[in-house]
């Protein structure tokens, strides 16, 4: 039985991994209803960004701050050359736009710092905690708990301060917003900054737990079941999808796994989140359109 | 003073409905035809058969497979290329295990069983809509890759997993060699696309873009909703099933699900975004730019000093050019290719005055 | 005009339509003869609009029942209404932005067709001949509304009074027995509107067609038609002939308005 949870909770973890993704993809869609498809490849761009810079003798806060900048630099250059330009365009374009979009930047990425895996070293320590018999990796404890931060301050973000309100109200309707004086580009350049700040977290703990290699930017695909279970429009709903997922995956590999056939978790989130969105065809805390006619 | 307008009025519906309604656009297709059904054969070398040509071709039909179903019925797909692994794979199962199973039949079955897979796949579209789409579509894309990468009886227990396609003999004929797989392709795309351009100028196609643009009224006004989408995932799939057999068959030779995979979905998508949605002869502008982009490239850095740019970071920049190129097509001209070449023409059919 | 009474093709039986609690019809029950002209007016928010989404089955009532052609049914389908012969126009346009205005009033005959999408692919059987005569219905109405000369125009670059029309001739395309037209003469000015009100009188007297409508202008709406139902607050104030309604006085009081200074003169 302990074995059963703690393949549990190795997977529930695991699953704040992806959810911290998945928030970098809600913040976006949020504030400005576009799918960000290239969230994966700012994750790796940050990630590759960092390493090599602590490689090449940074200090890791200095590291830290530089990739941070340059995240934010990458955020005001995408919302100036790619978002403005398709404003008011059917959401499918902006979609098709990320995705160019992740070409680049994947593009760009391995050419400034090579294709090459590079380690990353976080500081935490590796061995595995003890608790009540089962063996939990300290590194997603901590993890656990840095995402957990994040959503705080994000919640904080969104429903207590003027900004947040400001982003709400671009994300139901840019036009209405600029009718009402809202300043479009300086908050699209705000949260795609915060996306690129929580791109670069995830970044970082990926990069910690995988090596920082270009697969980093196939997570993006995994984060797509993620929104679907929990909606793609609520940070709250990328925690508990990130969970389900996460766990969904490790106890098929686990126990499914044996039966069907080995590397089943490369489709069950996605043949899960199908099954989801057959019941709640809105995710668990999506908004459900009234379309009126 | 190309095109002499003057007289080419249509008296009967039938004559306004044809493809090329002008006499100077027949004589065009014509020749184009004929060029490409005698001319290429006899001109053309190995090269630019298999390397460029029948790729071309059968990027343009798969283009075609995903334009139905994304361009004109509005249903986002990333799962191209399993449709068209399931075609190549059914397609090599049925020659292989069935003594004297004629070659087309085998692509045709193929694209059958490609079809009722996108079929299943497509069935949530009944429920869900935009992008959640995406996940039914992925889903088919990473089941296909896993079915056939883990049951070999797929692969004929093959122990590499790479299977080479048998020979290509129709009634006789080889078709093995470069040109004349070539010709095989040419005359299967030709005959799918005419097939293609009816059909969507039909009822179907109409329902279709319906369900596209506004399917709350299309359900208004008696069309029914299940069976459009449902046959928009069936013919695409039976489109994208032989474009998989071409594939494997006259391009590669070789049948393997490893180039099928979510990369290959990606190019379809970009072919239909950059030839453009909606639209048949764009798919050829697509498939074009995809198969010369890199080559292009390939040789202007070439002729860049020798060591500044290796091929790794040729690879890099291929992919930040691809990616600012696609950008830069949404933004300027987010109907495409397709759109460039329609303006073009309407250009031509004034030149010399300017409107 | 003959003495015998017309019969009624539509009839509403208390209906009651609530979205997740905030009530938008309230036990509304009329009906429309056959060949009438019925107009639906009240202030905004009444629930006409509403009545109309119920009618041809948009919207699902929690009570009451609809009576249409001898038939009685609890709940309709927009793919049954529409093959009953229900076709209607939206208040903001629901037209196939991406088509032509040929292609969209095509569409509007996709229940006409025998011909499978099969025998249309490969130009054979059926198709070629049905082709040419859905074509020629077509035309038909493209030339009533006076629309030909924009015929092969994408419907999105037009003006919204065309829009209009293409969307009147898209529901005309399905000969319906019953037309459910949604403001069709929003936004447009004196001339426009006689225009449309022509329009609409000649459907409702050559073609035989049932109109039931909601227009806001009163002018119009007395003009036009036979028999008129007044709704306020999702509940049903007035109904009868136009002069009937224009003498109730709970009409009066919520929509129309009195003249304070004519009747304080007559005092």
């Not at chain 2, 290959?264 to 730019?289: C, D, P």
């Not at chain 3, 932005?97 to 999408?117: A, E, F, Y």
Request: hydrophobic share 55%; aromatic share 10%; with cysteine.
């Amino acid at each position: 039985m302990e074995f059963f949870f703690e393949v549990l909770i190795g997977g529930l973890l695991a699953g704040v991994m992806y959810s911290l993704v998945a928030i970098g993809f809600v913040l976006i869609y949020k504030a400005s209803g576009v799918f960000n498809f290239a969230q994966g490849a700012m994750v790796l761009f940050a990630a590759l960004t960092f390493v090599s810079l602590l490689e090449r003798g940074l200090p890791f806060w200095w590291a830290f701050l530089a990739t941070l900048a340059t995240m934010v630099a990458l955020a005001l250059l995408i919302e100036k050359v790619v978002l403005r330009p398709l404003v008011n365009r059917p959401p499918i374009i902006l979609f098709m736009a990320t995705l160019g979009l992740s070409y680049m930047i994947e593009g760009l990425a391995q050419a400034l710092w090579g294709a090459q895996v590079h380690g990353l070293e976080l500081g935490i320590p590796d061995e595995p905690l003890e608790i009540r018999g089962m063996l939990l990796s300290q590194f997603d404890l901590f993890a656990a708990g840095t995402a957990a931060t994040l959503v705080i301050a994000l919640s904080l973000l969104f429903n207590r301060t003027r900004i947040g309100l400001s982003l709400r109200a671009v994300a139901d309707d840019p036009l209405a917003s600029l009718a009402v004086g809202i300043r479009l580009p300086r908050i699209w350049a705000v949260v795609w900054a915060v996306a690129g700040f929580v791109g670069l977290v995830a970044g970082l703990l990926w990069g910690a737990r995988l090596g920082v290699q270009f697969s980093l930017s196939l997570v993006v695909l995994k984060a797509l079941p993620v929104l679907i279970i929990g909606g793609f429009s609520s940070i709250g709903g990328a925690i508990v999808g990130g969970l389900i997922i996460g766990a969904a995956e490790k106890l098929a590999e686990i126990y499914l796994g044996p039966v069907i056939g080995s590397g089943i978790e490369n489709w069950v989130p996605y043949v899960l989140a199908l099954l989801f969105l057959l019941v709640r065809p809105a995710g668990l805390f999506g908004e459900r359109a009234i379309e009126r006619v | 003073m190309l095109y002499r307008e003057a007289g080419q009025l249509a008296t009967r519906y039938a004559a306004e409905r044809r493809i090329f309604r002008l006499r100077q656009d027949r004589i065009g297709l014509l020749a184009l035809l004929a060029f490409a059904f005698i001319g290429v054969p006899l001109l053309g070398n190995d090269y630019w058969f298999s390397a460029i040509l029948i790729p071309f071709l059968v990027l343009s039909l798969a283009g075609l497979g995903l334009n139905l179903l994304t361009g004109y019925a509005g249903q986002l797909s990333l799962g191209s290329a399993a449709f068209m692994a399931v075609g190549a794979f059914a397609a090599y199962n049925l020659q292989l295990r069935i003594p004297g199973m004629p070659l087309l039949l085998s692509f045709a079955l193929g694209g059958v069983v490609a079809a009722a897979v996108a079929l299943l796949f497509g069935l949530p579209s009944l429920r869900i809509k935009g992008f959640y789409l995406l996940v039914s579509t992925l889903a088919a894309q990473f089941v296909v890759e896993w079915v056939l990468t883990k049951f070999s009886w797929f692969t004929n227990d093959n122990a590499s997993g790479v299977i080479t396609s048998p020979p290509l003999i129709i009634a006789g004929l080889n078709f093995s060699s470069p040109a004349g797989r070539y010709l095989l392709t040419l005359s299967l795309v030709v005959l799918l696309f005419w097939l293609g351009k009816n059909l969507v100028r039909s009822e179907l196609g109409r329902n279709w873009m319906a369900v596209r643009d506004m399917d709350t009224a299309a359900a208004v006004i008696g069309i029914r909703l299940f069976k459009a989408k449902l046959l928009a995932f069936a013919i695409s799939g039976f489109y994208l099933g032989i474009a998989g057999s071409l594939w494997a068959f006259a391009y590669l030779g070789t049948v393997e699900p490893h180039g099928f995979d979510l990369s290959r979905s990606f190019q379809v998508l970009f072919i239909i975004i950059i030839g453009g949605l909606g639209s048949v002869a764009g798919n050829f502008f697509g498939a074009a730019f995809i198969v010369l982009f890199p080559i292009l490239l390939g040789n202007l850095s070439a002729l860049l000093p020798v060591g500044l740019v290796d091929s790794g970071q040729l690879e890099n920049i291929q992919k930040m050019l691809f990616g600012a190129l696609i950008i830069a097509f949404l933004i300027k001209e987010p109907e495409g290719l397709a759109r460039l070449w329609q303006r073009f023409r309407q250009r031509a059919r004034v030149w010399p005055l300017r409107y | 005009m003959n003495a015998v009474a017309p019969s009624t093709l539509l009839a509403l039986d208390d209906i009651s339509l609530s979205f997740k609690g905030v009530k938008a019809i309230t036990s509304i029950s009329f009906s429309v003869a056959a060949g009438e002209i019925c107009a639906l007016i009240g202030p905004n928010g009444a629930g006409k609009s509403s009545l109309l989404n119920v009618i041809n089955g948009v919207y699902q009532a929690q009570s009451g029942s609809i009576s249409y052609a001898g038939q009685t049914r609890r709940r309709m389908r927009p793919h049954q209404a529409a093959e009953d012969g229900i076709a209607r126009t939206f208040q903001n346009i629901a037209l196939f932005k991406g088509m032509s205005v040929l292609d969209n009033v095509l569409t509007g005959r996709n229940l006409k067709r025998r011909s499978t999408w099969l025998e249309q692919m490969l130009r054979v059987g059926r198709a070629p001949a049905e082709d040419d005569e859905q074509r020629w219905h077509a035309e038909r109405i493209i030339e009533f509304l006076r629309i030909h000369p924009w015929r092969h125009a994408l419907v999105g670059k037009l003006s919204y009074g065309l829009q209009k029309r293409v969307e009147l001739a898209r529901a005309l395309a399905a000969e319906p027995r019953l037309l459910l037209l949604d403001e069709p003469m929003a936004g447009m000015n004196a001339e426009e509107k006689r225009e449309m009100s022509q329009f609409i009188r000649d459907i409702n007297r050559e073609l035989g067609t049932t109109v039931v409508l909601i227009e806001h202008d009163i002018g119009v709406v007395m003009g036009l038609s036979d028999h008129v139902v007044v709704l306020d607050y999702g509940r049903k104030i007035g109904d009868g002939t136009p002069e009937q309604v224009r003498s109730n006085p709970d009409v009066i009081a919520a929509y129309l308005g009195t003249r304070r200074s004519q009747s304080a003169r007559s005092q």
